[in-house]
């Protein structure tokens, strides 16, 4: 009799970066930025070949500095740029809906040898909605960050439910 799969999944997250599912056995890293007053709480596997990231940061935004373009698909843009200017190679960019919410993804990736000794993939998901931003990073191996992406994408609450 195999195990019940849904006691491998754990809910993690906060009020400040939303809630999603990971593996029970991930270990949980704070970091508070004080300068800019920013928060992350990093999620990371014990073969520490996978991690996710639950951002709060609010980007500095001003509704001017964006025109007509949507904030969170211009700050997509500017993690990809910051990937590529570090030896990142940008994949894609895709809307995506993760309950009720419009996700900008970015698919980047860090050819084996510059960051870790295999390929090294970030998934970067950011949503705006109308009073604060929503990040997501998942990165790591590829095949250990497989089932992590799909479960994110299937788990994500702005709010505990």
């Not at 996710?52 to 980007?59: A, G, K, P, Q």
């Not at 500095?60 to 964006?66: A, E, N, R, S, V």
Request: glycine letters at 8%.
């Amino acid at each position: 009799i195999s195990p019940d799969a849904s006691a491998y999944w754990t809910t993690r997250g906060s009020e400040k970066t939303g809630y999603l599912s990971v593996p029970y056995n991930w270990t949980e890293e704070e970091y508070e930025y004080e300068f800019e007053g920013n928060y992350s709480l990093m999620l990371i596997s014990p073969e520490r070949n996978a991690m996710v990231s639950l951002i709060e940061n609010n980007y500095g935004y001003d509704p001017k500095q964006y025109d007509s373009q949507e904030p969170a698909e211009y700050i997509v843009e500017s993690y990809v740029a910051q990937y590529e200017s570090q030896g990142g190679g940008h994949i894609s960019t895709e809307k995506v809906e993760i309950s009720g919410y419009t996700f900008y993804k970015a698919i980047d990736c860090y050819p084996a040898g510059s960051y870790a000794d295999y390929d090294y993939y970030l998934y970067t998901y950011v949503t705006f909605t109308g009073d604060r931003f929503y990040t997501i990073v998942i990165e790591g191996e590829e095949n250990a960050i497989g089932d992590i992406i799909i479960k994110v994408e299937e788990s994500f609450a702005g709010s505990k439910k």
